[in-house]
Nanobody, 127 residues
């Protein structure tokens, strides 16, 4: 059984930064592509970023491109999301997700590509 645990969320002022972490346990982490999604109140879950199992390729939603950076440390079984220049519209619950079915590609922007999800961490950006 694969388990994902997010951490690092919190309250920050607009323009500030946060780094989210997602610790993965249960299987060989390096074989999974990883993604971050978010869900704001009253809205559908949306794609934020994804990274292939080797860490060499990444995807970003247009809304976060240039501000957020995804990375992974396979030795620590952890994926990170560095979030800079945060805006109030970034306020949401952020979820990490893992898949072994796809190594990379446009499919990773869809939630259906992922088999395992964390419980989420709240990010609140005040104006």
């Amino acid at each position: 059984q694969v388990q994902l645990v997010e951490s690092g969320g919190g309250l920050v002022q607009a323009g500030g930064s946060l780094r989210l972490s997602c610790a993965v346990s249960g299987r060989t982490f390096s074989s999974y592509a990883m993604g971050w999604f978010r869900q704001a109140p009253g809205k559908e879950r949306e794609f934020v970023s994804a990274i292939r199992w080797s860490g060499g390729n990444t995807y970003y939603a247009d809304s976060v491109k240039g501000r957020f950076t995804i990375s992974r440390d396979n030795a620590k079984n952890t994926v990170y999301l560095q979030m800079n220049s945060l805006k109030p519209e970034d306020t949401a619950v952020y979820y990490c997700a893992a898949t072994s079915r796809f190594s990379f590609g446009p499919v990773l922007v869809t939630s259906n590509a992922y088999d395992y999800w964390g419980q989420g961490t709240q990010v609140t950006v005040s104006s």
